[in-house]
Nanobody
Framework: QVQLVESGGGLVQPGGSLRLSCAAS????????MSWYRQGPGKERELVAT????????NYADSVKGRFTISRDNAKNTVYLQMNTLKPEDTAVYYC?????????WGKGTLVTVSS
């Protein structure tokens, strides 16, 4: 059974930082591209960042470039999202995604609220 479990969300003030984690089980983690998506209030789900298998190649949405960093630890089956200089518009439920060819899995999400 595949499980992706996100953690690390919470309430943070504008300009603050959070680090999200996603622990995977039931898959050969190192074979999968890992991504973070988010869905803000009244918005569609959007891709935030992707990291490929070896962790060398990464892509980011323009809205988070220079502020967010995606990384992975294949030994721990975990992907991370370091979020710095957070803005109110970063408020969303953040979802972990694992993808390999036609196989795709999602976590249940963790809520990030950026507010003073």
């Amino acid at each position: 059974q595949v499980q992706l479990v996100e953690s690390g969300g919470g309430l943070v003030q504008p300009g603050g930082s959070l680090r999200l984690s996603c622990a995977a089980s039931g898959i050969t983690f190192s074979d999968y591209a890992m991504s973070w998506y988010r869905q803000g209030p009244g918005k569609e789900r959007e891709l935030v960042a992707t990291i490929w298998r070896a962790g060398v190649s990464r892509n980011y949405a323009d809205s988070v470039k220079g502020r967010f960093t995606i990384s992975r630890d294949n030994a721990k089956n975990t992907v991370y999202l370091q979020m710095n200089t957070l803005k109110p518009e970063d408020t969303a439920v953040y979802y972990c995604n694992a993808r390999l060819s036609y196989m795709e899995y999602w976590g249940k999400g963790t809520l990030v609220t950026v507010s003073s």
